[in-house]
């Protein structure tokens, strides 16, 4: 009796959920300024007005002659032109580069690894992540993790499931297990029962 209880359990756990893709990032990702970010102004000929600033929580930043800017959402482009029209109020044709500097990213594209992982975190994400990289990043799994039964929910694809093999890439070397991250994605690592 107990025995076919067990079995119906471990059957119910069964992921059905298809294999994820092997590659996943796209050429033309531009990286998006997020909370947390820092960026460094550089305000050509008008050193008075270059320095580095962070990225408020509410994603502004906010620098000299330039106040309560919105900054989250947009790459360094954009917010260097937006910080030019707002100095062209003051100075003559202002030329701005902006730079980031330190790298957390949006909410939306940050990578999430939850459950049996030995130090779950969010990560920001970066261009051709890998599997095997976010588990470097998060310490590798707990002795109770089901590293095979993990899940990627894939937001940028309506949440769409996947399953991965952390225990073959992380305990057996299985490279053919280490797939693509993208920006978004959540690890889902649940606890094996036996």
């Given at each position: 009796?107990?025995?076919?209880?067990?079995?119906?359990?471990?059957?119910?756990?069964?992921s059905?959920?298809?294999?994820?893709?092997?590659?996943?990032?796209?050429?033309?990702?531009?990286?998006?300024?997020?909370?947390?970010?820092?960026?460094?102004?550089?305000?050509?000929?008008n050193p008075?007005?270059?320095?580095?600033?962070?990225?408020?929580?509410?994603?502004?930043?906010t620098?000299?002659?330039?106040?309560d800017?919105?900054?989250?959402?947009?790459?360094?482009?954009?917010?260097a032109?937006?910080?030019?029209?707002?100095?062209?109020?003051?100075?003559?044709?202002?030329?701005?580069?902006?730079?980031?500097?330190?790298?957390?990213?949006?909410?939306?594209?940050?990578?999430?690894?939850?459950?049996?992982?030995?130090?779950?975190?969010?990560?920001?994400?970066?261009?051709?992540?890998?599997?095997?990289?976010?588990?470097?990043?998060?310490?590798?799994?707990?002795?109770?993790?089901?590293?095979?039964?993990?899940?990627?929910?894939?937001t940028?694809?309506?949440?769409?499931?996947?399953s991965?093999?952390?225990?073959?890439?992380?305990?057996?070397?299985?490279?053919s297990?280490?797939?693509?991250?993208?920006?978004?994605?959540?690890?889902?690592?649940?606890?094996?029962?036996?």
């Amino acid at each position: 009796m107990v025995i076919g209880t067990l079995g119906a359990v471990a059957i119910g756990c069964a992921s059905s959920n298809p294999p994820a893709p092997y590659s996943a990032s796209s050429p033309d990702y531009n990286y998006i300024i997020g909370p947390g970010d820092m960026v460094n102004i550089v305000v050509w000929r008008n050193p008075e007005l270059s320095m580095t600033v962070p990225v408020r929580p509410d994603g502004k930043i906010t620098a000299p002659l330039v106040e309560d800017l919105p900054a989250i959402g947009k790459d360094s482009t954009k917010l260097a032109r937006d910080i030019e029209e707002a100095l062209g109020k003051f100075i003559r044709d202002p030329v701005v580069t902006v730079i980031v500097t330190a790298f957390v990213g949006p909410y939306s594209e940050q990578i999430r690894v939850v459950g049996e992982a030995a130090k779950p975190q969010t990560l920001p994400y970066k261009q051709q992540m890998t599997l095997l990289d976010v588990m470097i990043a998060v310490g590798g799994i707990t002795e109770f993790a089901d590293g095979n039964g993990t899940t990627l929910l894939r937001t940028a694809e309506s949440n769409k499931q996947f399953s991965v093999r952390v225990n073959d890439l992380i305990k057996r070397g299985d490279v053919s297990a280490n797939v693509e991250m993208k920006p978004g994605d959540v690890l889902i690592i649940p606890r094996s029962w036996f």
